[in-house]
């Protein structure tokens, strides 16, 4: 399963066991595989960290009738 990072390390790039190619650069969000070595040795080094979930917006209360009386 993929998760969001954001990367902290120097400029660099990855190719992952699947075959795809990503650049990374500090302070950009990249998404990975959170079960790859590499990932987790990064997490380790602190050259990754996880991103912060995007907060879901407020679900709207339906409105209750109003007594027109």
Known sequence: MDKIYI???P???VTLPDGRET??????????????AW???N?????L???PEPEKPAR??????TDAS
């Open 7 to 9: 990367y902290s390390g």
């Open 11 to 13: 400029p660099s790039g």
């Open 23 to 36: 650049m990374l650069h500090p302070g950009q969000d990249a998404t990975l595989p959170e079960d790859n």
């Open 39 to 41: 990932v987790r040795t």
């Open 43 to 47: 997490l380790a080094l602190g050259n």
């Open 49 to 51: 960290t996880e991103a």
């Open 60 to 65: 709207k209360r339906k409105e209750e009738p």
